[in-house]
């Protein structure tokens, strides 16, 4: 898909132009982590980390060789960058985050996958992280703080980072730049995500199913496409086991703030919300809203089915290593050339989270039979007859979106309440 695709990630022009702005007093920590050291999750400076029985790394050979078919090069005779470490010394890699690494979500499971590749690599890759960094310009001088540091991969993990890895990957040639979420390119900047729509769409199910009245309320992080596409999914979704389905979107401005979160989630229930999903958002703060109020929650980037057993639904997760690992074995092969990759259920980089008690077998039974056509179609549930919400068609019967399409998404679905915000 990635190869049939790839000549309009190159060109796809964004239709939203947002970036996310972090607090400006967020500190930034730095931690090191090497194979016999352990972690310290508080730590504001220098510190060690190690994977945790959580995440544990997969024995070699365990990743699935479909990842391969879900990347595509930018270009077919691109020279591989040299970013490997010097003979006899350890790589060194290191990941940018936005947010704490324990926040229940988005960064969360960033770091549980860098902790997988440290375990799967042991000694021959010290990987280091920085969390909690600010979006725009303080971004370049964190990565140029790396890269002095001897740092030859460095993966960027928010939206908002990508103008300043731009810049670093174009400065900086012997480094390899992974940017997640992003859609620039280079001849050492990849991009790689996956889509999270066809897990949401899933997801949406289970909201739509669990519906007594029909509304259901969305709080959603920054209506830039990934999140847009999201959103619609998630409500076509809904709309599939429950037709008369509406869904009200929030948008929060912002990927971390619990208190926000919390205080969203709760507007929405007090307006007549009998079912709350999220898009976006990195904290589960939202199911503490729920479960005050006894109202069925989708959460989103982790399995928070332990911690809210009687209003869990089920969420998106992503498994960031499926293509970290392969990655990394091929810095250290001398083989990696920048491209795309765009994961998918095929090789088990989107997966949906367990479900909870209130999921019935009807609508497990349907949501994996769904799971079984997007695993063969990703991106399938955006085919028409499609209107958006103001009537207005927007694929006719038979079209289904291309990668492009999907890329630059600025729309919202028939049974969406609520709007982009111009500009």
């Not at 947002?18 to 400076?45: G, I, N, P, Q």
């Not at 440290?118 to 600010?134: A, C, H, L, R, S």
């Not at 399938?380 to 694929?395: A, I, Q, R, S």
């Amino acid at each position: 898909m990635a190869r049939k695709w790839l000549p309009m990630v190159a060109t796809v022009a964004l239709g939203v132009g947002l970036v996310a702005c972090s607090d400006d007093e967020s500190s930034t920590s730095d931690t090191t982590a090497t194979e016999e050291t352990t972690a310290d999750t508080t730590a504001t400076s220098d510190t060690t980390a190690a994977a945790t029985e959580d995440t544990a790394a997969p024995a070699e050979g365990e990743y699935p060789a479909t990842w391969d078919s879900n990347f595509a090069a930018w270009t077919e005779d691109a020279a591989p960058v040299a970013c490997g470490p010097k003979e006899g010394e350890p790589l060194k890699a290191a990941w940018v985050y936005v947010g704490p690494i324990n926040d229940g979500g988005w960064t969360q499971a960033h770091n549980e996958a860098r902790e997988t590749v440290q375990e799967y690599f042991g000694d021959k890759i010290e990987t280091t992280y920085k969390e909690n960094v600010p979006e725009g310009d303080q971004t370049l001088q964190v990565v140029e703080d790396l890269i002095a540091d001897g740092n030859t991969v460095i993966f960027g993990t928010s939206f908002g980072f990508q103008d300043s890895f731009a810049a670093a990957a174009e400065k900086y040639p012997d480094v390899c730049f992974e940017f997640a979420t992003g859609f620039k390119s280079g001849p050492n900047l990849s991009q790689f995500y996956g889509s999270a729509e066809d897990t949401d769409y899933l997801t949406g199910m289970a909201g739509g199913a669990a519906s007594k009245t029909g509304k259901i309320g969305v709080l959603a992080s920054f209506p830039i496409p990934e999140v847009v596409r999201g959103v619609n999914a998630w409500t076509l979704g809904a709309k599939a086991t429950n037709p008369d389905a509406e869904v009200k979107v929030v948008w929060t401005n912002t990927w971390f703030d619990p208190a926000l979160e919390r205080k969203t989630a709760e507007a929405l229930i007090a307006d007549g919300a009998d079912v709350i999903g999220v898009k976006s958002q990195d904290s589960p703060a939202s199911g503490d809203a729920a479960k005050a109020a006894g109202v069925p929650w989708a959460g989103y980037d982790s399995d928070q089915s332990a911690n809210y057993p009687d209003v869990w639904l089920t969420a998106t997760t992503y498994h960031w290593d499926i293509y970290e690992i392969p990655r990394i074995q091929q810095v250290l092969d001398g083989t990696w050339t920048a491209g795309n990759y765009y994961g998918d259920l095929s090789d088990g980089f989107v997966r949906l989270a367990p479900f909870g008690d209130l999921v019935s077998e009807e609508t497990r039974a349907a949501i994996a039979a769904k799971k079984a056509e997007l695993t063969e179609n990703p991106g399938g549930m955006f085919v028409g007859p499609l209107n958006d919400n103001t009537g207005k068609e927007v694929l006719a019967e038979g079209v289904q979106h291309t990668y492009g399409e999907l890329m630059g998404m600025a729309y919202l679905v028939e049974g969406v309440v609520g709007e982009i915000p111009a500009g």
